[in-house]
Each structure stands twice: as C-alpha cells, then as structure tokens.
C-alpha cells in the first residue's frame, strides 16, 4: 500500500469515526443497551442458586427380570410377537424358541422369509404393534439345514414407539439414538439421574437388554450345549448403573442455552443494525448474500422496508465515493476497523462489568473466568453436532454464525465438565468430538478472508444499478494490479459528420480534447412495464481543455445520464468514452484521480462541518498537507461560505450545499469537472457569482455543466451542446447557437 493509499484510509476511518462520534444518541444506546443486558445476566448469574447434589447410587437388578410390561401389558392384546428372520433356517427358529422359552411370557414366534418382509408386515399389519422385537440373523442360508456358523451376527429391531412409557411420547426420546455415542447436550451429572434403570432411551426399562442376553444363551446353547448350560445354570447376572459424585448442579447452563443467544442478539443488534444500514445505503443489494446472519437479514428487510428511499440516495453516494478516488477496498477495510473497534469496545465493556461484579460477589479467579466465558453470546444451532462428520462441520463452519454456535457450544460444554476451554487445550478434544475448538477458531479467521474475498470479487463483477461493472477476469488482467494503462488517445470525431453540418461549428483545432465521447448509447429496461427507455442515442461530441461546455435540454433530455455514464455511475450500453485518453469502462480507476463531481443531489456527510468535508477531500484528492489550510481557506471565501466553516452540512441552506458541491468537485486540482445544474437553488447575486468563479476555475480544466437555463448556458459556456430526446441537437459557442436559432435556440430545440 503506498503512502497515498494509507492516507485516504485514514481519512476514511476518520470521517467513520467522526460521524459515529457525532451521533451520540445512537452511541449511547449503544451503550446503555450492553450495560443493561450485562445487568440483566449478572442479576440472573446471581439469583440462581448453584446447588450441590449427590452422590448418587444405584441398585443393582438381575438382567432377566421380565419388566412387568412384558409380562402383563395393559396396552397392547397379548400375546406378544417376537419375530425372527430368516424364517427357512431350522436352526433359527429353533435358537428363537428357546429365547421365548427362556423368557417364559406369552410370546408368538413368527418367522419372516427376509427383512423387508418382516417391515411390510410392520407397515401394514395392525397387529405389528404386538411385535415386542425382531431378531435379524446375517447369514446367508441356502438351505433349512444349513447350520448356524460359529461368529454369529444378527440385529435386535425394537419400535421406535416406547411400550414401556409411563408419560406418553411427549416425555420419552422418541429414537434409540443409536447414531449418538453421548447425548448432544452432556449433563453435568449422571443421565436420569433418577432412573434406576438409566431412563431413556430405555435398553433396559424397554427388554432390549433381555431380549438380548436371552438370544446369546440360546445361541451359546447352541454351539456349546451341555457345556453352556453347565455354566449358565451357575451364573446371574445384574445391571447396575454407575455411581456418580456429589456435584455442583448450576440451571445456569440450562437458562444459559436458550438465553444467551438472545441476549447476545440484543446486544450486538444495534451495533449490526447500523452498520449493516450504513453498508446496504452504500451498496446494492447483491452483497446482501455476504451477510447471513438472521439478525442481519432481519435488519436488512426492516431496513429496506423502511429507508428504500434513502438507500437509493446512498447507493450513489457510494459510488460517488469511488468517484472522487477513493477504492472499494479502502470503504470495506475503513468499515471493517469502524466496527471492528466498536465491537471489540462492546466486548470489553461486558468483560469488565462482569469481571468487577464477579470478583465482588465471587472470590474464586475460576469463576471470573467462568463469568466470561458463560457471559458471551452463546447459540445452541446445531444440537446434533454429535452425529455430524468433520467435513460437514467444516462446511457448516463457513457460515461466521453457525461457526460461532458451535465454537460456543464447545465452551459452554467445555464450562459445565469444569474443564474450560484455554489456550493450551484448544487443540483438545471434548467429548471425543470430531472437530476441536482451535478448528472453530481457524474457521472464522479463514471466514473473514472469504468474506473479504467474495465481498471484493461481487463488488466488482456485479456493482448493482450504480457503477460500472468489471469482467469476471478482472483479477488476472496486468492492468487491474498494476494502472496506468498505456494512453489511447482516440481520433477526434467529428459530430456534424454525423448530423447535419449547420447545427454543428467547427471544432476547436488549437485546444486538447479532455473528453471525448463517440456515439454513445444508453437503454434504460424499465421493470414496472418491461419496455425499454432510450435515454441517449448516439451521443458523439468533445470538450475541451480551457473551456466549458455546457449540456442544455429539457428535462429528461438524457444530460444527467451523460454526465453519469462519463462519471462511471452507470455503464453505457454501446459507444465509448474516453477522458484524457482513457476509455471510461476499462480505465475509470485511471481517470478517476483527476475527476471532480457535482451531482444533482448534494451528497454531502449530514454531521461533517464545511471545513471537515473540503479536509477530506483534500486527502482524498491528494493536497499535501501543508497546503490543506491554504486550500480550503481560498475556496471557502471564494464561495463565500467563511463562516460557514464550522456548520454542519445539514444545517447549510440549498443553495450553500450547492456551493459545498462545487467545491468538493473542485477542489484538489481536478482536471475533469462534471458539474450537474450545479447552481440550482441559489439565488441571482450567488449564481452570477459562481458563474464568475466557474469562469476563473476553467483553465486548465474540462468542464462539462448541464442546465436548463438559456442564461447560464449563455453566460457559461464557450460551446453549447444542446439535446433533446436524447439525441444531440446542436453543438457551437453562444454567438454560432444565435445565428442559428435567432435568439432562443432552447425553444427550437
Ligand atoms: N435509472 C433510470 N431508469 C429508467 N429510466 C431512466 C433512469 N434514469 C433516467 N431515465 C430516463 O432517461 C431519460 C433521461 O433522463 P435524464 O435524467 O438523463 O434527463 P435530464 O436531461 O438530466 O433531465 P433533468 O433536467 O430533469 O435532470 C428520462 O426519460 C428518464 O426518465
């Protein structure tokens, strides 16, 4: 970056900072709003009550007790059905009988040829609700005798509809999770804590467990006999939960998950509200794919429906921006720090109101640090990021939102085990989960430079309705990196060769041409009716350096969208341009360190002063700093506006912001000057005056003005250029335009 660049940079986080600063109601809602909800948590952090429970033992229970549901089901018409597949193996069946006999309970062995036909019968048969399990043998049997091989393996089925459920399926997990090693949401504390049986999803309560140890004796009894028998007849077996130890039992965790969230979204809601306002009136609404977040697309709609008006207004401001020399990158880089230090202000303002208020009430520096962690913005988003593989975590991560869910998800989780996450485990797993913190982290630095990225590539590829786009190759052109494109100075085109020669005086052979524009065209599609609008056609002409050349029309005569296209707000659809040499859809960059506009609308910062405005132009036009004072004092009393000075730009009346726009488009010593009706709204002594100035500005300089008045084009401009309906009508100096028309050439236009 070259020492210009990083002084427009500068000028650009300054005027950011100015404005922000400037706004003080808003900045201090800012404010208020993160105090009060950091109250608001602490006062929650304090109420509850972190208790301490435990320990916890449990009973031990033979693993054959039948549960009475089993034995004596209110629910379902028994008998039970226990089913088995495959039906035409012998030694299955036999296998399955004797698990039924071993389960002594009214139970009805039903065989099934294959798997789908044992769930065509579950589909469509009522009675399948009978069907207490399916045991799936994975053999192949050629034939009924085949024996049953040594490594048995076979599938238990058990419904996905509980049978043994006391509280209806509103209360139960309605899986078996078998996908999940741990639960999504690890409790501090043993799983139902109060279940003698471990509680859901139920392996015991349901007779999986049963069913199961009954199918290994029969299968043992089938390969081992009297042996198996022997030693089965002399062992019982129980199940017995873990004990658990006394523990901290803190709902902080469980408000925490669905509250943080929200309350992280109301903190930094303001904060995104008017920084994503400030970007969507500067931009189009093709960047809104780069800003995923609900709460900021949530802004953005709330925003469109209620400054629609204004984002227009803005969308040029930006581009008048860029006009007056300042790059994309720098506007996106001078936000990115603007709210950047914001944000992290914000940050820090929660961590020492929590870290006073925890260090008050709590002694322990692991709380404190407790406090911190839990007190960030936490969003549960993925509560089964359990069963979810590396890669579509990676991929999940890509979205900066769903990334910062998961990267609280781990410190929450991290938190509840009294482990933390710290710099030193970052690249530790918990939970044997398959992506580790650190990963989130890498996640959201690569995020950004993808932002970057793509915000900058869209940005110049698909401008939206103001600006002119750039090839999908721009990047990989020499000239996109490196400027200064070698000069092409077009031929002098000559506009009467077009159009008749009586409308058109000679041209100027003693002066440069500073802009030349050769048959120039602009389509406008309009959406209300989809029919198209020719604003201009076929537009050829050349203004000169040293003089300036006045547009006259009506209104809607195509001068503003001249003016725009050679501006570079809008491309043209055929024809070209060139300013100094340089062709305006390849070199706009180029021609844009010597550009001055005045739009028709003054597009002035409300809360900058007069003098605050012309200093970062001066910057931004490149006016050595030593010469800055000097600069803005000479235009301020040359446009009368000394004390002016230090007033807002909002607080200007019409026809001084019209003064400011001049200036600003004059100022830095631009050699192209494109002012649109640049003293409408001023009254008669101040538009002679500026006609004066104009007059005095004028050399050295191409100036192109447009205006609707016959006396300014008169007084103003050494060639007139008049157009109607888009088309250029006449072209000559005051005198020639009389001659021609008598003495109002506008109305024989
Ligand atoms: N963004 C646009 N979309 C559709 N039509 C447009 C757009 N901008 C201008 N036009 C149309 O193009 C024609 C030329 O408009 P332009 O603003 O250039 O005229 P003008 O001579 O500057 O008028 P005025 O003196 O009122 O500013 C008009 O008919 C206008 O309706």
Same mark, same amino acid.
């Given at each position: ?6 002084? #427009? ?138 024996? @049953? ?11 996905? $509809? ?14 078996? @999770? ?31 467990? +049963? ?30 939960? /873990? ?7 803190? /709902? ?33 609404? !093709? ?26 207004? $803005? ?38 109101? /929590? ?16 406090? /911190? ?6 969003? !549960? ?64 630095? $690569? ?89 201009? #056609?076929?537009?050829? +002409? ?20 001249? @003016? ?11 024809? #070209? ?14 021609? !844009? ?94 538009? !002679? ?8 500005? #004028? ?5 192109? +003005? ?30 020639? @335009? ?12």
């Amino acid at each position: 970056m070259s020492l210009f660049e990083y002084k #427009k940079l500068m000028i650009l986080l300054w005027k950011n900072f100015t404005l922000k600063r400037r706004k003080v109601v808003a900045l201090v809602v800012e404010m208020v709003l993160t105090i009060v909800f950091g109250i608001i948590l602490l006062a929650i952090r304090n109420f509850i009550i972190i208790k301490k429970i435990g320990p916890f033992s449990y009973n031990a229970f033979p693993i054959s007790d039948v549960p009475s549901f089993i034995r004596s089901p209110v629910t379902v018409p028994y008998p039970w059905e226990l089913a088995y597949v495959p039906s035409k193996s012998i030694v299955v069946q036999n296998i399955v009988e004797n698990v039924k006999r071993d389960l002594n309970t009214n139970m009805k062995v039903i065989g099934f040829s294959s798997e789908r036909a044992f769930e065509d019968y579950v589909k469509q048969t009522n009675k399948s609700k009978n069907v207490l399990a399916a045991i799936v043998f994975d053999h192949v049997f050629q034939s009924s005798n085949d024996p @049953l091989p040594l490594k048995v393996k076979y599938y238990l089925r058990f419904s996905n $509809f509980k049978k043994n459920n006391t509280f209806g399926d509103a209360f139960e997990a309605s899986s078996w @999770l078998t996908n999940s090693l741990f639960p999504s949401v690890p409790p501090v504390g043993p799983r139902n804590q109060q279940e003698e049986s471990g509680g859901s999803p139920g392996y015991i309560s349901e007779g999986f467990l +049963l069913v199961q140890h009954a199918l290994d004796k029969a299968i043992m009894l089938h390969h081992s006999g009297s042996a198996a028998e022997k030693l089965l007849n002399g062992v019982r077996i129980f199940v017995q939960r /873990f004990p658990y130890p006394r523990h901290y039992q803190d /709902f902080f965790y469980v408000f925490a998950d669905i509250f943080i969230p929200l309350v992280a979204l109301c903190i930094f809601s303001l904060n995104h509200l008017v920084l994503i306002q400030s970007i969507v009136w500067e931009k189009e609404n !093709r960047l809104k794919v780069l800003l995923p977040a609900l709460p900021q697309i949530v802004a953005l709609i709330c925003i469109f429906l209620i400054t629609d008006e204004i984002e227009h207004i $803005f969308t040029i401001f930006l581009e008048y921006q860029l006009m007056i020399g300042v790059s994309n990158w720098m506007m996106w880089a001078a936000y990115f720090f603007t709210f950047l230090c914001l944000y992290v202000l914000t940050i820090i303002f929660m961590c020492i109101i /929590f870290f006073v208020k925890a260090s008050v009430y709590l002694t322990a520096a692991r709380y404190s640090f407790l406090f /911190f962690i839990t007190y960030l913005p936490a969003v !549960r988003l993925l509560v089964n990021s359990g069963q979810m593989t590396f890669k579509q975590k990676l991929i999940f991560c890509l979205c900066c939102n769903v990334a910062m869910a998961l990267g609280f998800k781990y410190l929450l989780d991290a938190e509840s085990n009294k482990t933390g996450i710290k710099w030193n485990n970052i690249f530790s797993s918990t939970n044997l989960d398959n992506f580790l913190f650190a990963y989130v982290l890498g996640m959201f630095l $690569f995020d950004t430079f993808l932002y970057g990225l793509m915000t900058w590539y869209i940005e110049a590829v698909f401008p939206g309705q103001y600006g002119v786009p750039k090839p999908w190759n721009f990047f990989l052109r020499h000239s996109y990196w490196f400027g200064n494109p070698p000069k092409n100075q077009p031929e002098t085109i000559q506009p009467k060769e077009t159009i008749e020669n009586k409308y058109f005086e000679a041209e100027p052979t003693d002066l440069v041409a500073g802009i030349q524009i050769k048959h120039l065209h602009k389509l406008f599609i309009l959406q209300k009716n989809n029919t198209i609008k020719v604003a201009i #056609k076929d537009l050829s +002409l050349n203004l000169y350096e040293g003089q300036i050349t006045v547009l006259l029309g009506h209104n809607g005569a195509g001068k503003s969208t001249t @003016l725009s296209i050679l501006s570079g707000l809008y491309p043209s659809t055929s024809g #070209k341009a060139y300013i100094h040499g340089y062709e305006i859809s390849e070199h706009m960059t180029e021609i !844009r360190k010597s550009l001055g506009l005045c739009p028709q609308q003054d597009l002035l910062f409300n809360y900058l002063t007069v003098s605050e405005h012309l200093y970062f132009y001066c910057v931004i036009k490149g006016v050595p700093r030593n010469l800055h004072l000097q600069e803005i004092d000479n235009m301020l009393s040359a446009f009368n506006l000394l004390e002016k000075r230090d007033a807002f730009s909002k607080s200007l009346s019409g026809g001084m912001k019209r003064k400011l726009s001049i200036i600003v488009a004059l100022i830095g010593n631009s050699k192209v000057v494109i002012l649109d009706e640049p003293t409408s709204g001023m009254d008669p002594a101040s538009r !002679r005056a500026t006609w004066d100035l104009l007059k005095t500005y #004028k050399r050295d300089r191409t100036i192109l +003005l447009t205006t609707h008045y016959m006396d300014e084009a008169d007084a103003l401009g050494d060639r007139i250029a008049i157009m109607a309906k888009g088309s250029l009508q006449c072209c000559g100096s005051s005198i020639f @335009l009389k001659h021609l028309y008598g003495l109002s050439p506008f109305g024989h236009s």
